[in-house]
């Protein structure tokens, strides 16, 4: 099993295929959309995370390659210096997939999950404590 | 009623009820606001917020030859030294001549606090009663003579949510905004809040000690900005940016967790700092300020590009959810300063009283409830 995330780049103009259809299909992989943005006269992104056997995994990959749609895999992840947080929650105003939230207790919350790698909260963080590693 | 006096013969006989305001709130659910009144003795609040009106004051003691220091900088951050010899006074939001942005007084104060050495470089046209034209050395917290934090402006009585109507994304010291009212944010311990908590000033005033950074500290003038004339609602919790105060203390009994630096991206420097003010229960009415809470206190809305005035308010309940309905649309809203801490500043507050080890103070003077907000107007210089 593999489990892994992606940031699909389509071209401008990009002639419609059902591109994830295809990939589900073919390889019997989950696909799992996180975060898409994507119109037909303009570039367009979407982050997604792929899991299945392996081969299938690397197999999709190549297909989505094949047909012109370039991809970045995410191997760095977004870390925080948690014992000097003062948990103000800026960096909540930022995080477009809510893996950054506020928890009952007026605490930071975050959820690694749900997290797009996207790095706004770096700059959003009055500390400067968040990070990215590899 | 009950006297200030009589309050603090409680707490020095150990006997005094002391909560915070949070927890006031559930005791006036329980019991109601008689006798709520009757049992509580002090009610103590909290903030921790980032307060940009901040600073530092230092004297820096005599070098050999002396020096008639005219600019000063620490860590590369520039100090003001238009005062005497070796006075500075070094501002939470001046930024660094090295590093910009990055790092500032905010930064340079947080070091202080933590007691580390920081590097002080001076110049001076040198005179005959002070030779020396410049010094380069390092200072701390402990081998400069005194050391105060002045704060013109801390611990806002209210302030405005913020928002973005425009199509990008701007940076504010309210935080990033997105595009399109993309985000909401806003900036207050609401019903854990110094002022909200006491709305006419009846207790709070100058010379009322406080919690500071961590350590005593003293409210000493109305805050720059003071706006007490601002419209309020019918329990008297002014509805925007109201009543501020000036406090001073201690950089040597401070700590490094209540002082924080702080860069708001593209803003600048500031600095969190934390305030923590008791509240004497005289009388039943003062106790049903502190029990105010945060769906009874009402904020407006403001446009930080700008462009657009906005007439939508909401109460901090509201804001604390997460998201509010806002132009039709459910949109994130997010905290900047830090509840959690404040409820830790309530919380230690609260132990020093019961303790015994921090008496309550009967203002010198009130703070007042009148006051104008003048616009600066742009007038022809002849």
């Known amino acids: ?134 | 009623m009950k006297t200030i006096a009589q309050i603090n013969q409680k707490i020095k006989d150990g006997r005094a009820v002391v909560v915070t305001a949070e927890e006031i709130i559930g005791i006036v659910d329980e019991k109601g606001y008689e006798q709520a009144a009757e049992l509580v003795d002090v009610v103590t609040t909290g903030t921790f917020g980032p307060m940009c009106s901040s600073g530092v004051f230092i004297n820096f003691g005599h070098s050999d030859p002396p020096i008639k220091m005219k600019t000063v900088s620490l860590n590369d951050v520039p100090a003001y030294a238009g005062l005497a010899a070796v006075d500075a006074y070094i501002g939470a939001t001046e930024v660094s001549t090295t590093k910009g942005m990055a790092y500032g007084g905010g930064h340079v104060i947080q070091e202080l606090v933590a007691g580390k050495d920081v590097r002080l470089k001076a110049f001076a046209d040198g005179t005959d009663c002070y030779p020396r034209k410049s010094i380069e050395t390092t200072i701390n917290k402990y081998n400069v003579n005194q050391i105060y934090m002045y704060n013109p402006r801390n611990a806002y009585q209210n302030y405005p949510a913020a928002t973005n109507s425009t199509k990008k994304t701007i940076y504010t010291y309210m935080g990033t905004l997105l595009p399109e009212f993309g985000n909401i944010t806003y900036s207050t311990s609401g019903e854990l809040s110094p002022l909200l908590n006491d709305p006419y000033y009846r207790t709070i005033g100058l010379g009322t000690r406080i919690f500071l950074g961590g350590g005593e500290g003293y409210v000493t003038w109305q805050g720059t900005q003071h706006n007490p004339e601002q419209a309020r609602g019918e329990n008297g919790v002014p509805v925007s940016l109201a009543g501020t105060i000036a406090v001073t203390g201690d950089l040597r009994g401070m700590s490094e967790e209540f002082v924080r630096g702080a860069v708001y991206d593209r803003y600048g420097v500031s600095l969190f700092v934390g305030i923590g003010v008791p509240i004497p229960i005289l009388d039943e009415e003062m106790l049903r300020f502190t029990a105010v809470r945060n769906s009874e206190i009402i904020t407006s809305i403001a446009d930080k590009s700008g462009q657009v005035k906005l007439s939508e308010t909401f109460t901090y309940e509201q804001l604390q959810s997460g998201s509010v309905e806002f132009k039709g649309e459910q949109v994130r809203t997010s905290p900047l300063s830090s509840i959690s801490k404040a409820r830790e500043i309530a919380g230690i507050l609260k132990e020093w009283i019961e303790k015994g080890d921090f008496l309550l103070t009967e203002a010198v003077a009130p703070l007042p409830l009148k006051n104008k907000i003048n616009k600066l107007e742009i007038r022809e210089v002849k």
């Open chain 1, 1 to 134: 099993m593999k489990k892994i995330k992606v940031k699909l780049h389509f071209p401008r103009k990009w002639i419609s295929k059902p591109l994830m259809s295809e990939v589900i299909s073919r390889y019997g992989i989950v696909f799992n959309i996180l975060h898409a943005d994507i119109s037909y006269d303009s570039e367009g992104t979407l982050i997604a995370e792929i899991s299945g056997n392996d081969d299938a995994v690397e197999n999709a990959l190549e297909y989505i390659d094949s047909v012109g749609v370039r991809y970045k895999l995410y191997n760095k992840s977004i870390i925080r210096r948690e014992d000097e947080c003062i948990h103000c929650g800026a960096c909540t105003a930022v995080c477009p997939s809510a893996a950054l939230t506020m928890d009952a207790d007026n605490k930071l919350n975050f959820d690694k999950e749900k997290c797009l790698v996207c790095e706004l909260c770096i700059k959003a963080c009055p500390l400067g404590i968040i990070s990215t590693e590899f």
